[in-house]
């Protein structure tokens, strides 16, 4: 079962930048599609982005214009980089497959305060 592990989350100010990475295993990245999601308690996950086994990457609507997203087939991983940063997006950041047809990682929490 494959499982994805997210790491680099941690505080910033509203305004500020932050990267996140995603390292999956069993070539994942070239097997099927990723994605980052967030979740914030008490709501449901939200995708902000899929990686395709194709070159582009498909940003969706609820960060668009903030985020971009990079992957790596060769390493098997992928990044987001966050930028001008909203209170909102204080959330659980995670990255599975899209659609999520594996197990939920642990995520990389997120807080974004003065």
């Known amino acids: 079962q494959v499982q994805s592990v997210e790491a680099g989350g941690g505080s910033v100010q509203p305004g500020g930048s932050l990267t996140l990475s995603c390292q999956a295993s069993?070539?994942?990245?070239?097997?099927?599609?990723m994605g980052w999601y967030r979740q914030v308690p008490g709501k449901e996950r939200q995708l902000l982005a899929t990686a395709p086994r194709g070159n582009d990457i498909v940003i969706s609507d609820v960060m668009k214009g903030r985020i971009s997203v990079s992957k790596d087939i060769a390493t098997d991983s992928m990044v987001l980089r966050m930028y001008n940063m909203e209170a909102e997006d204080t959330a659980v950041y995670y990255c599975n497959a899209v659609p999520s047809i594996y197990s939920w990682g642990q995520g990389t929490q997120v807080i974004v305060s003065p």
């Open positions: 069993q070539n994942t990245f070239s097997r099927t599609a």
